[in-house]
């Protein structure tokens, strides 16, 4: 069996968040595989824990696909303070000479694909494009991790989580995929009384606002944030698309500071969140210039969280825009507009000042990896937890299950990708939307 079938077979999707079928990101030629462990989302620890613990694992996996694609170089990425993990990859890199290990200055994003590509080989991905456009294929370390597992014919079950803020102890916890996050929130120590608080599932930069304490791990899950629902931050998290577009009217000067500190911008592509700003003030969508900029907005919210002084939401509206051109059919053309910035690298925004003007700096505190697998008494595995088709349900109510069994296949012909059994138990409940397990006997 090759490379590509052993990862479908596992279920491996992009575990940084994107979601994309591995199996399909991988059957491809390049020149770079490039490990993403920068993890630029200030709070999470997930990736550098991962790396410093299964440092074999992510070599192995980055060589399966250096032997897939036909890359002759691999490069690790990751913040140079990371020292256990530095550490760790040093060590098991030693005497290689196909795979280094770049290490980045802590700024945001650094974890960015597109800063990244750029940093390891020079070449910018353009608006519309993938990284394989310039010879590369980028993949997260737990991803890899995944992949080294699948060749030994371990599909994807768990999910590394990082659990922050309002908790009396902040941790980074492995979990069953279709955990409830108020499981891993109680290990935590979380609030008892859950109305004063509000979930970010993901980072606080781009991770979505929830309310629901009983939504699942996903093979995607990165981050569980707890906040009190009247810090700032939430605030500028929310939608509201008429007070939002009333202030840029009343308050945005155009100074353009949210352009100039735009890392995609400064890449080249163009993207002017200052120009979305005086679009929806005018309500003029010709105000937007070319719009092929807006596609290569990666909602990383510098020009919201940092950038602008006056508190306004520019990354808002470029998610406005964007969500409209693509209802309109509009789709972005292939193209590198400009030279990259000379002053680039005196635009990127240290992760600590970044901290600081979120007001998140009191939530900046290590959080450990905690030993064993914590698990719950019974699990609701989402069908889609990837880009594609939701997956298909191979299994009846009421069957027993054991853990790693396939639960869900791809659709006939469809983008997609396996689920599965990420608990032994019996399945109570089958619905459009997801599979629940319960464990036989509660929680062990």
């Known amino acids: 069996m090759d490379i590509v079938e052993k990862v479908r077979d596992a279920g491996i999707v992009g575990a940084g968040g994107a979601g994309f079928p591995t199996h399909v990101k991988i059957n491809c030629k ?45 490069v ?48 910018v991905v ?23 597992h699948a060749m030994y014919g371990e599909p994807v079950t768990d999910k590394f989580v990082t659990v922050g803020g309002e908790v009396e102890n902040p941790a980074t916890f492995c979990v069953p995929i279709g955990t409830p996050v108020s499981a891993i929130i109680a290990a935590a120590g979380g609030p008892a009384d859950k109305s004063e608080y509000i979930l970010i599932l993901g980072g606080p930069c781009m991770g979505a606002l929830s309310e629901d304490w009983e ?41 353009s500071m949210c352009t100039q500190l735009c890392p995609r911008n400064a890449l080249g592509l163009r993207v002017e969140p200052h120009k979305a700003m005086r679009a929806a003030a005018n309500a003029q969508g010709s105000l937007l210039g070319d719009i092929n900029g807006v596609f290569s907005c990666c909602d990383c919210g510098i020009c919201t969280y940092f950038a602008c002084n006056f508190g306004l939401k520019p990354s808002k509206m470029m998610g406005m825009f964007k969500q409209s051109l693509g209802a309109a059919g509009v789709k972005p053309k292939k193209e590198v507009y400009g030279r990259v910035d000379p002053g680039l690298d005196l635009k990127k925004v240290p992760v600590s000042r970044m901290i600081s003007r979120m007001g998140v700096k009191q939530y900046d505190v290590p959080a450990p990896l905690a030993s064993g697998v914590t698990r719950a008494g019974s699990v609701k595995i989402p069908l889609k937890m990837h880009i594609g088709a939701p997956s298909v349900p191979v299994v009846g109510q009421g069957s027993a299950v054991s853990k790693g069994q396939l639960v869900a296949d791809i659709p006939e012909g469809a983008l997609g990708a396996k689920i599965h059994a990420s608990i032994s138990g019996t399945v109570t409940d089958i619905t459009d939307t997801y599979i629940e397990i319960r464990l036989n006997g509660g929680v062990r």
């Open 215 to 255: 939504t699942p791990v996903t093979k995607t899950t990165g981050g569980v944030l707890v906040f009190k629902k009247d810090h700032p931050l939430i605030a500028k998290k929310g939608n509201n698309s008429k007070e939002d577009i009333k202030l840029a009217q009343a308050v945005c000067c155009q100074c």
């Open 30 to 74: 390049a020149e770079y595989v490039i490990a993403n462990g920068a993890e630029c989302e200030p709070l999470l620890r997930v990736d550098q824990q991962v790396m410093a613990v299964y440092a074999q694992d992510l070599v192995d996996g980055m060589r399966a696909v250096m032997e897939q694609t036909g890359a002759q170089q691999g």
């Open 76 to 123: 690790i990425c990751l913040k140079s303070h990371y020292h256990e993990a530095v550490n760790a990859l040093s060590a098991v890199l030693r005497g290689d000479d196909k795979i280094s290990l770049h290490q980045m200055k802590s700024y945001y994003p650094a974890g960015d694909e597109q800063q990244m590509v750029y940093e390891v080989t020079g070449r």
């Open 126 to 148: 353009p608006t519309g494009g993938l990284p394989l456009d310039v010879g590369t294929v980028v993949c997260n370390v737990s991803t890899l991790v995944n992949i080294a």
